[in-house]
């Protein structure tokens, strides 16, 4: 090795022992819903994944034969009375009469909701209900916007023609989804045999890691109001526009949003630099930095998730992502989760307010959707490749 080699190794060497002893003191302002700006929250959101190493049982739900059979009840009830997805629609959790699964459902929203951020259910039977899926822990939201009507949307991975490898889908850097719904629910109808895994990693972890480095000067940069916008998307920007009568190309977002005792954080990597809005020097590092807490192992959880589990995250304090997909020729192949946003029974946190509403977000959560538009709530678990309402098993 050179000698200016050697140098760099070890002055590199030496900044990270350093970084790792140094341990700024905070002061603490408690649990979510009586947060100080610019203090460690202590609540069960603040994990990591080293932290949970042995603790599977904590945060999982293995779904049972009972189970299984009073679903498969409630589902024989309702089925004389439905023809159409108007009839689904007019479905509410009277008519699905749940008496013991209910309450199990209940607490895993309230969890969360209210503590981990996460929870998995392993085992639902996907072969029984395949091509019959609707499961409800809370109120459904429009996951789609003008002119792409829909309640629920497969998320099936194909083979882009364009790649010299077998990659189906490049990995998706950590972020919140930007329909301001509490609850994101991902169940899994089928996996690629290759990639495809499923990460997420608590933003409050990430928030309260960078107080304890020091780094008070980017939580205070991530928290400032009227300097951070992210990009309107056109199909969902209708609802407002300047004073001339032209489409707001840009809106305001607060990436670590204080509001009324809670910590709410949106962050996508994309939609910062996708304006034209030039970014500071300390934005640029804030951003890189919380990326990089976010792509570290010890700090997200990562799993591939199998027929049969499903996942739900809390999106104001859990970023997501997934890995490169590498899907098989068989429909059965190719990963396709099915994709709901939830407003959980079990929320009753303040909004913050650029996290919603927003102009493309209805207050209540899930895109607005123009007068006259026909919701959708399919019978398949289609993929948005497959066309409408056609069942790929």
Avoid at 77 to 96: G, H, N, W, Y
Avoid at 226 to 237: E, L, M, S
Wanted: no cysteine.
């Amino acid at each position: 090795m050179a000698p200016a080699e050697v140098a760099i190794s070890q002055t590199d060497s030496a900044f990270e022992n350093f970084s790792e002893a140094v341990r700024v003191f905070v002061r603490h302002s408690g649990p979510q819903g009586k947060v100080k700006p610019l203090t460690i929250i202590d609540h069960p959101s603040d994990w990591t994944s080293a932290s949970l190493k042995g603790r599977e049982q904590e945060y999982t739900y293995q779904w049972t034969a009972a189970d299984t059979q009073e679903l498969d009840d409630a589902v024989k009830r309702v089925q004389p009375s439905i023809s159409t997805e108007d009839d689904v629609l007019k479905l509410s959790k009277a008519d699905f009469h749940l008496p013991q699964l209910s309450a199990k459902l209940v607490a895993i929203g309230k969890e969360v909701t209210h503590g981990r951020g996460f929870h998995l259910v392993k085992g639902f039977p996907i072969d029984i209900y395949r091509n019959d899926l609707k499961v409800n822990p809370g109120h459904p939201k429009p996951a789609a916007g003008n002119n792409v009507d829909g309640n629920s949307q497969g998320d099936k991975d194909f083979k882009d023609p364009g790649k010299s490898l077998d990659k189906n889908r490049e990995f998706l850097p950590f972020h919140s989804d930007q329909g301001a719904t509490d609850l994101i629910a991902l169940l899994s109808l089928t996996a690629a045999p290759k990639g495809g895994e499923s990460k997420w990693v608590s933003s409050l972890a990430i928030h309260n890691e960078l107080l304890r480095q020091g780094r008070k000067d980017l939580v205070e940069a991530l928290s400032a109001k009227n300097t951070w916008f992210i990009p309107r998307k056109y199909d969902q920007a209708t609802w407002e526009r300047t004073p001339d009568g032209q489409y707001a190309g840009y809106e305001e977002i607060v990436p670590f949003e204080y509001h009324d005792g809670y910590l709410s954080v949106y962050f996508n990597n994309g939609n910062f630099h996708e304006i034209s809005k030039q970014l500071s020097p300390i934005q640029e590092e804030a951003i890189w930095a919380v990326a990089k807490l976010a792509e570290d192992p010890e700090f997200h959880f990562s799993r591939k998730l199998e027929p049969g589990d499903l996942e739900l995250i809390h999106n104001p304090t859990m970023m997501h992502s997934r890995s490169d997909v590498y899907d098989g020729e068989t429909p059965l192949e190719k990963r396709h989760l099915l994709r709901w946003w939830v407003h959980s029974d079990a929320n009753d946190r303040p909004i913050a307010p650029t996290f919603a509403p927003r102009s493309s977000v209805r207050p209540e959560g899930g895109f607005k959707y123009d007068a006259g538009t026909k919701l959708r709530l399919p019978f398949f678990p289609y993929s948005r490749h497959d066309g409408e309402g056609q069942s790929p098993y």
